[in-house]
T-cell receptor, first 113, second 112 residues
Framework: EAGVVQSPRYKIIEKKQPVAFWCNPISGHNTLYWYLQNLGQGPELLIRYENEEAVDDSQLPKDRFSAERLKGVDSTLKIQPAELGDSAVYLC???????????FGPGTRLLVL | GQQLNQSPQSMFIQEGEDVSMNCTSSSIFNTWLWYKQDPGEGPVLLIALYKAGELTSNGRLTAQFGITRKDSFLNISASIPSDVGIYFCAGLSTSGTYKYIFGTGTRLKVLA
């Protein structure tokens, strides 16, 4: 069974530029998560989807971050414009349902110059 | 954001030694997960615990769900060099909405 797929794996951009990350969850998983992981820290939830509905986006900085999960499968996380402090690892995870075990993708490492 | 306390923060051990680490919370959790993260990779699930007092093993790894439901422990027996990495705990909060809260991580370095 394929795991969670993320792309790109690495991204380097200049500040004020837009950037987008893509995630394909494990087949059949209804719940999808986007996490932010700063250096030396554990993952912190940005947004959680149940199918195509965002059910928890309280930690998403909505002035510059946006996400979508059209058709309840793949998801895209966007930052516009990026700031220096956005440099981090962006992890996607999925689970069958919100209370089930979640599995992570390899992450996208973003560096904003 | 909220993060759970993990102890120790980092540790150096000799190959062959046993390792113990723990994770504590001020809140009650219904599920505890333990992950390992290698450099440049996402966290990989090691063990899942669903019941207070539960003791579960996965090879050389053993984890326990604390009786108070506010803590969990992970033990690694006879460590080997590939055990190097960062170990994260995660607790499932069901207060309001389902949400996993992650620990700050324990960095393990094994000396051959």
């Amino acid at each position: 069974e394929a795991g969670v797929v993320q792309s790109p794996r690495y991204k380097i951009i200049e500040k004020k530029q837009p950037v987008a990350f893509w995630c394909n969850p494990i087949s059949g998983h209804n719940t999808l998560y986007w996490y932010l992981q700063n250096l030396g820290q554990g993952p912190e939830l940005l947004i959680r989807y149940e199918n195509e509905e965002a059910v928890d986006d309280s930690q998403l900085p909505k002035d510059r971050f946006s996400a979508e999960r059209l058709k309840g499968v793949d998801s895209t996380l966007k930052i516009q414009p990026a700031e220096l402090g956005d440099s981090a690892v962006y992890l996607c995870a999925s689970s069958l349902r919100g209370w089930e075990t979640q599995y992570f993708g390899p992450g996208t490492r973003l560096l904003v110059l | 954001g909220q993060q759970l306390n993990q102890s120790p923060q980092s540790m150096f051990i000799q190959e062959g030694e046993d390792v113990s680490m723990n994770c504590t919370s001020s809140s009650i959790f219904n599920t505890w997960l333990w992950y390992k993260q290698d450099p440049g990779e996402g966290p990989v699930l090691l063990i899942a615990l669903y019941k207070a007092g539960e003791l579960t093993s996965n090879g050389r790894l053993t984890a326990q769900f604390g009786i108070t439901r506010k803590d969990s422990f992970l033990n690694i027996s006879a460590s080997i060099p590939s055990d190097v990495g960062i170990y994260f705990c995660a607790g499932l909060s069901t207060s309001g909405t389902y949400k996993y809260i992650f620990g700050t991580g324990t960095r393990l370095k094994v000396l051959a």
